[in-house]
């Protein structure tokens, strides 16, 4: 009984379903065919590929090809690419990660639009996914650009893990925002993780030596670099100096600007 009312039931949903699509006019009036149903959005043919501006900290940058055809969204891929040209993502490693941006792309190819993270523990994933994702729809609506980038704000750490005769390592830390230096961070530890301060000896006599304070000096040479697409070395020659330029040029060695035409893997793109 209680089948044979759930199979009634279903008829006469279908049947409000057909009765409402009459209302709406779907059905062809001339031909008696039911109308195709617009897309919520219809975009330019073509692929369409969207770089990060650089690398990341850790050598590798994301990037995104999308495919249009018959004016709809009908592909997407989405990795990373190291420095020495191999992804980072695929089906032999990073499972969770390749099987959530595979749900992404699927939510994606059917709502022809952004959709909302669903799992917490990818955020940084993303949020990577979306920006690049973003600028892709935009590219995708007006046909005009089918290579874009996307500026990642991106910090970039460099460590000297040999303490110094004093016992203390140093931690540089580069933020970049709009392709452009915004943040630096320079601090020196102990082996206890104890950071460096004007009461210490050695810095005592840094300040004796040399008749400057050890934080308006280094911060000096920090600022010159704000601003700035590259962190600019000290042209002293302190101890100081020299650690903080070979920190420097580690993270100028990190922030590189992703070139894609370097890749064999996009030697076809403007085909």
Not at 8 to 34: E, P, Q, W
Not at 191 to 205: A, V
Request: charged fraction near 25%; proline fraction near 0%; hydrophobic fraction near 30%.
């Amino acid at each position: 009984m209680k089948k044979l009312f759930s199979i009634l039931l279903a008829l006469i949903l279908t049947l409000v379903i057909f009765t409402a699509c009459g209302k709406n006019n779907v059905n062809d009036r001339d031909s008696g065919k039911i109308k195709d149903f617009k897309v919520k959005h219809e975009y330019v043919d073509g692929n369409y590929y969207i770089f990060a501006e650089k690398f990341d900290n850790d050598s590798k940058a994301p990037y995104m090809k999308l495919t249009v055809k018959n004016k709809i969204l009908t592909s997407i891929y989405f990795n990373y690419l190291s420095t020495n040209g191999t992804l980072y993502l695929s089906d032999n490693n990073n499972n969770e990660t390749w099987f959530y941006i595979k749900t992404l792309n699927t939510a994606v190819l059917q709502n022809q639009d952004n959709v909302k993270n669903t799992n917490q523990d990818f955020e940084y994933v993303y949020k990577t996914y979306n920006e690049l994702l973003s600028e892709g729809l935009k590219s995708i609506k007006n046909g005009k650009n089918n290579i874009s980038y996307v500026d990642f704000a991106t910090t970039y750490t460099a460590q000297n893990y040999k303490y110094d005769k004093n016992g203390y390592d140093a931690t540089l830390k580069v933020t970049y925002e709009n392709n452009k230096i915004s943040k630096i961070s320079y601090t020196k530890k102990d082996s206890s993780g104890n950071i460096i301060t004007s009461n210490n000896s050695y810095l005592k006599k840094f300040k004796d030596t040399n008749n400057i304070n050890y934080q308006k000096y280094i911060q000096n040479v920090i600022d010159l670099s704000i601003g700035e697409d590259k962190v600019r070395q000290s042209l002293n020659d302190l101890d100081i100096d020299k650690e903080y330029n070979i920190l420097a040029r580690k993270i100028n060695a990190k922030a590189i600007d992703f070139d894609y035409t370097k890749y064999e893997i996009f030697n076809n793109i403007n085909m």
